[in-house]
């Protein structure tokens, strides 16, 4: 079993920055592509940023500029930075990964969420 668990979220001023991770955890397992998404109040999941198990991103054009997703494949671990936070951006955020599963000559390839965390900007 693979667990992704987020972490970095809180409240913060327009303007203001906040770095988001997101930690694998488990046995056996590759991380392939991951992505951040996000959810405001009313409205439905948006993608953020992705980026490959090589580190090709891609991003939303609502925060390009102002977001920068990364990973550390040694940590098992994803991350995005966002800098210049608007009240819009105010949303639960989460994270997904494509995930490979070797268990013996078994493998299983799925998608897995994290919990998500709450970001608010507001002055």
């Not at 991770?21 to 998404?37: D, K, P, R, V």
């Not at 991003?59 to 390009?64: E, F, G, I, L, P």
């Not at 210049?84 to 989460?94: G, H, I, N, R, W």
């Amino acid at each position: 079993q693979v667990q992704l668990v987020e972490s970095g979220g809180g409240l913060v001023q327009p303007g203001g920055s906040l770095r988001l991770s997101c930690a694998a955890s488990g046995s056996g397992f590759t991380l392939n592509a991951m992505a951040w998404y996000r959810q405001a109040p009313g409205k439905q999941r948006e993608l953020v940023a992705t980026i490959s198990s090589t580190g090709s991103t891609n991003y939303a054009d609502s925060v390009k500029g102002r977001f920068t997703i990364s990973r550390d494949n040694t940590q098992n671990t994803m991350y995005l930075q966002m800098n210049s936070l608007k009240p819009e951006d105010t949303a639960v955020y989460y994270c997904n990964a494509d995930i490979t599963h070797r268990s013996g000559l078994v493998r299983s390839d799925f998608t897995s969420w994290g919990q998500g965390t709450q970001v608010t900007v507001s002055s």
